[in-house]
């Protein structure tokens, strides 16, 4: 009786990778389109502490394809404990449409007491663009990134949301890559169906006049998750979320090094998850209670278990494989079967540490 509701459980989700994947396939939306007028854009970029990664964001920058005179790129140094003032001070030198801004003590938590949302805010207000770019210090856009995040827009569009790629170089470093592509396909998927998802902070868009009337940084609540806060303001002003998936709007991230930086990473996450609608909950609930369920299932009745999980991870590596595909990248066979077992370890390890008493460390900054 108990292994007949285990393969009930873990047949939903299966089910739920079959009907993802064909909604992936079939309802698939590409927003770009040929881009006819090079309007004016700022890009803004909150750093603190990153004089490790800035270099190759700046590097980046210097390669887009757009206009300079169309052009506007704001750093905003928040209080670094290193040298990335310095770093930004010497590049922005290199060219007048660029611009830093240091965030005063004065300033710390003026408009926001998350650091990261309180500097975007004093950057907005500076910010001269018809379209506000947004990605992080520790990031890489593509040449193509502008042009292709303005020619998406149209209709009732308010925020546009792309790809991201964790740079590998380990394994370790492939298995966050897929998770976030797990995440984002789903997001894809959802969005293209016309419903309300989340902002993507290291590789978003939002249009001058969404920002200011849905009340910008400065008029979401408190929350760790910016980019989601943002996205909810924006969707109640009556704008809509676009999802662009393309290698011309990839941006690139680096990984977190070990599990420990990873959980202090998910357990900020975690805090935006929780205050997600119903079905964000459910889908998400499914991808965590499969794998107890699978556990328990192949203890009962061991051959049915692992056929049913040898069919997800299936399932589950055409729907990845697809994505990746979309975004031009592929992906190996060797990571697709071996990502359920880090996704035991990770789902599991990001729940217990999320209710693990104790503040949330983000740029050296504790948080409750």
């Known amino acids: 009786m108990i292994s007949a509701w285990l393969s009930v459980v873990v047949g939903i989700l299966i089910l739920q990778y079959m009907f993802l994947t064909f909604l992936l396939k079939s309802n698939w939306k590409n927003h770009q389109k040929q881009l006819k007028v090079f309007p004016h854009v700022s890009v803004l970029v909150a750093a603190r502490n990153e004089e490790k990664f800035l270099p190759q964001l700046l590097a980046s920058l210097e390669k887009l394809d757009y206009p300079v005179d169309k052009l506007q790129i704001l750093l905003a140094d928040d209080q670094s404990q290193d040298d990335t003032a310095q770093v930004a001070r010497d590049w922005i030198q290199k060219g007048a449409n660029r611009k830093l801004i240091s965030i005063q003590s004065d300033q710390v938590g003026f408009y926001q007491k998350n650091g990261k949302a ?15 770019f947004f990605t992080d210090a520790d990031c890489e856009v593509p040449p193509s990134w502008i042009q292709e995040g303005v020619s998406c827009f149209g209709g009732k569009t308010g925020i546009l949301i792309g790809i991201t790629q964790v740079k590998c170089l380990n394994f370790f470093e492939k298995m966050q890559e897929l998770e976030w592509w797990n995440t984002l396909g789903i997001v894809k998927i959802v969005t293209d169906l016309g419903l309300p998802t989340t902002g993507l902070g290291n590789n978003m868009v939002i249009s001058r006049d969404t920002y200011f009337k849905s009340g910008g940084f400065e008029g979401i609540p408190f929350s760790l998750t910016e980019d989601l806060e943002i996205s ?29 930086s990873l959980l202090s990473q998910r357990k900020r996450w975690m805090s935006g998850a929780m205050t997600l609608s119903v079905y964000w909950k459910i889908l998400l609930g499914f991808q965590f209670f499969f794998f107890p369920a699978v556990l328990v299932l192949i203890g009962l009745a061991w051959k049915l278990g692992v056929i049913l999980w040898g069919l997800k991870i299936g399932i589950q590596s055409v729907f990845l494989s697809f994505f990746a595909k979309k975004a031009g990248q592929k992906i190996g066979i060797l990571p697709l079967l071996c990502f359920d077992f880090y996704q035991i370890q990770s789902l599991s390890l990001t729940i217990l540490y999320y209710f693990w008493p104790g503040q949330t460390q983000w740029k050296a900054r504790n948080y409750p």
């Open 232 to 260: 909810k303001a924006i969707v109640n002003e009556g704008f809509e979320i676009r999802h662009q998936v393309s290698d011309f709007f990839l941006v690139k991230t680096k990984a977190e090094r070990n599990w420990k």
């Open 118 to 132: 309180n500097a975007l805010a004093v950057l907005a207000q500076e910010a001269t663009g018809e379209y506000f």
